[in-house]
């Protein structure tokens, strides 16, 4: 793997893990710092909207300046604020410094995709976002895995501490990318030169006016909106579920996460790549690859959220591992053909801003509002997470409805880009 890619996957890695690594010590940072526990869940999904809003404005200026100088300077903020965080005496303090390092991280993601799509081939992309996806997973649960497992043995601060070291780490090997030149591996644009779109680009009203005309973008939005608001919780709470609702110590809990979630790092690449030998043959092949895993993942939660047991039923407990490992796996081969599909059908010189727009109104303001769903749900079931990851996968089956415009209106957009490049 090239060296430009390693890094931008390392920098997935950290920067994922920052939006999930207080939430399994949701009880004890809430406890230290004398405020209630659903607190918790309003300042993570406060950071996840903070963090869509400056995405925007990262991905405009990525549009216009160089994409590696901009992860340079937003990596080393969000990298600062995390270490600051351990300073938090309160509900307020914690929350301003979240906020603050949520500033820089907003822009990894639509910077990261932007690039990745101009390092790697068309024929390819599917796959190269299944490794993202998975990493991007990796990354949640090891903000998870680290306060898991620490949070038994040390204080809150600690795993922010290991975090943000390796953001400064990030912040150094940043500097070794080489950008690639915008839109040098298209198929349905044409390769544009760097003289006339580098620098001195701006995004113009016109370009947006094109993007709205290419109805598989907007339904992809839609989609993804729709499906974060379903599952956006899911992952972040999932060790607080099960210490609070099946009395699992945090320990057990998570190991409980690494083996349901970590089941999306295979599936990522592996949907991806069966994607991109789909699209070879039929234009539709990535999505329907995502109908399949959204009908099968929904089933399979619906039915393992509809369980219940305690810590000492195990058989119990491993038919819910069972299913919720299965109902994982195939979840996470929806993101990676969804974002490979608008790197393909979107112009060069503003996918940047695309993949922001996608990160803003859908994946981060979809989870934002799962996770204030999920709190709702936290206090209308009497303090159990059970209950909503059960009414969540049931609004993430219904999503199918949104993928039949997409599945419509796919081959005809392809087809009209290419009528444009002749």
């Known amino acids: 793997m090239p060296k ?36 918790v869940v309003f300042i993570n999904s406060i950071f996840l909207m903070v963090g869509a809003i400056s995405s925007l404005f990262w991905a405009l200026l990525g549009d216009k300046f160089s994409r590696k100088n901009l992860l340079i300077i937003s990596t080393l903020e969000w990298s600062i604020l995390t270490l600051l965080t351990i300073l938090s005496t309160d509900f307020l303090s914690l929350l301003i410094f979240q906020i603050i390092a949520a500033i820089g991280f907003g822009a990894a993601l639509p910077l990261v995709f932007s690039l990745i799509v101009d390092l790697v081939d068309a024929e390819s992309r599917g796959k190269k976002f299944g490794v993202l996806s998975a990493v991007y997973v990796l990354g949640n649960g090891l903000g998870q895995m680290l306060s898991g497992f620490l949070i038994d043995y040390y204080t809150w601060q600690t795993p922010l501490l290991i975090v943000s070291i390796f953001g400064f780490v990030c912040t150094g090997l940043l500097f070794l990318v080489k950008e690639p030149v915008r839109g040098a591996k298209d198929k349905l ?109 929904s089933v399979f939660y619906i039915i ?18 069972a299913l919720s490992f ?25 996918r940047s801003t695309i993949y922001s727009l996608n990160y803003l109104a859908t994946i981060t303001f979809g989870r934002s509002i799962s996770l204030l769903l999920l709190g709702q749900f936290f206090l209308i079931f009497n303090n159990h997470y059970s209950p909503g990851y059960f009414i969540l996968s049931i609004m993430a089956l219904s999503c199918i409805l949104l993928l039949i415009p997409i599945l419509k209106f796919l081959p005809r957009d392809i087809e009209n880009i290419k009528s444009m490049k002749s």
Not at 18 to 28: C, D, H, Q, R
Not at 335 to 341: E, H, I, M, S
Request: aromatic share 14%.
């Open 4 to 39: 430009n890619t390693q890094i931008l996957i390392l920098l997935t890695l950290f920067s994922s893990a920052l939006f999930s690594i207080i939430t399994p010590m949701a009880e004890e940072i809430s406890s230290a710092l004398h405020f209630e526990e659903n607190q």
């Open 189 to 297: 644009y044409k390769t544009i030169d760097e003289s006339a779109l580098g620098l001195g680009y701006k995004v113009k009203l016109k370009d947006f006016k094109q993007i709205w005309k290419i109805k598989t973008t907007f339904w992809i939005l839609v989609f993804n909106f729709a499906m974060f608001i379903s599952i956006g919780a899911i992952s972040s709470f999932f060790i607080s579920m099960l210490k609070k609702d099946y009395d699992l110590s945090s320990t057990l809990a998570t190991f409980f996460m690494i083996l349901v979630f970590g089941s999306q790092v295979p599936s990522g690449p592996l949907f991806g790549k069966l994607g991109d030998k789909k699209y070879e043959i039929d234009k539709n092949g990535r999505i329907k690859i995502v109908l399949y895993c959204l009908i099968g993942g």
């Open 304 to 321: 393992a959220y509809s369980l219940y047991f305690i810590s000492n039923e195990i058989s119990i407990a491993i038919v819910f591992l």
């Open 326 to 350: 299965v109902g994982a796996f195939l979840f996470g081969g929806i993101d990676p053909l969804t974002q490979a599909t608008l790197g393909e059908i979107n112009p060069p010189q503003i």
